[in-house]
T-cell receptor, first 116, second 111 residues
Framework: SQTIHQWPATLVQPVGSPLSLECTVE??????LYWYRQAAGRGLQLLFY??????ISSEVPQNLSASRPQDRQFILSSKKLLLSDSGFYLC???????????????FGPGTRLTVL | GENVEQHPSTLSVQEGDSAVIKCTYS??????FPWYKQELGKRPQLIID?????GEKKDQRIAVTLNKTAKHFSLHITETQPEDSAVYFC??????????FGSGTRLLVRP
């Protein structure tokens, strides 16, 4: 069965420090991968998505970036964190099914980031 | 692009009553509509979904209906229980790889 991992689970970082969050998926090949951010008590904001190695689409211009160095690895980075970067960061994956049908999207356990 | 609106933002029901959450979407090309439940501090969990070629789908106490003409879909929870208390998100997906989420509904089931 498929499993998605994220680490770290929680992170407290000072303003201006760098960030690297990692997401890996097991049990599937060539997944679509996604990064979301959820501010406290708010909805799900799509940040980046990727349909293959090295293919990244950005949804929101900001000081974050994403990379996909391997098929099942997705990394979210920042060179300098802002206070507004605090939130719950969720990685998700989905697989395109037969005849182009889109299958379900599943979320990882998330990383709770606090920027002080 | 797709836009999904969800209401109500909060919903309080008595245990055993039914709860209904409604969403509308803008892109007539959208063909997949999932619902997620998010408990406090946890990840969103997929609870039910529906594709545009069907009008209704049920799974025990949960059902989803889709009206393609009116471009709206709804989540129905019957015989609500305290453990149904959570935030529920609807979403729509068009021909791209992205899900567009509604703003969420906080459901409280009073014992």
């Amino acid at each position: 069965s498929q499993t998605i991992h994220q680490w770290p689970a929680t992170l407290v970082q000072p303003v201006g420090s760098p960030l690297s969050l990692e997401c890996t998926v097991e049990g599937t090949s060539n997944p679509n991968l996604y990064w979301y951010r959820q501010a406290a008590g708010r909805g799900l904001q799509l940040l980046f998505y990727s349909v293959g190695i090295g293919q990244i689409s950005s949804e929101v211009p900001q000081n974050l970036s994403a990379s996909r160095p391997q098929d099942r690895q997705f990394i979210l980075s920042s060179k300098k964190l802002l206070l507004s970067d605090s939130g719950f960061y969720l990685c998700a994956w989905s697989v395109r099914g037969l005849a182009g049908r889109f299958n379900e999207q599943f979320f990882g356990p998330g990383t709770r980031l606090t920027v002080l | 692009g797709e836009n999904v609106e969800q209401h109500p933002s909060t919903l309080s029901v008595q245990e055993g009553d039914s709860a209904v959450i409604k969403c509308t979407y803008s892109d007539s090309a959208s063909n997949y509509f999932p619902w997620y439940k998010q408990e406090l501090g946890k990840r969103p969990q997929l609870i039910i979904d529906i594709r545009s070629n069907v009008g209704e789908k049920k799974d025990q106490r949960i059902a989803v209906t889709l009206n393609k003409t009116a471009k709206h879909f709804s989540l129905h929870i019957t015989e609500t229980q305290p453990e149904d208390s959570a935030v529920y998100f609807c979403a729509g997906r068009d021909s791209s790889y992205k899900l567009i989420f509604g703003s969420g509904t906080r459901l409280l089931v009073r014992p």
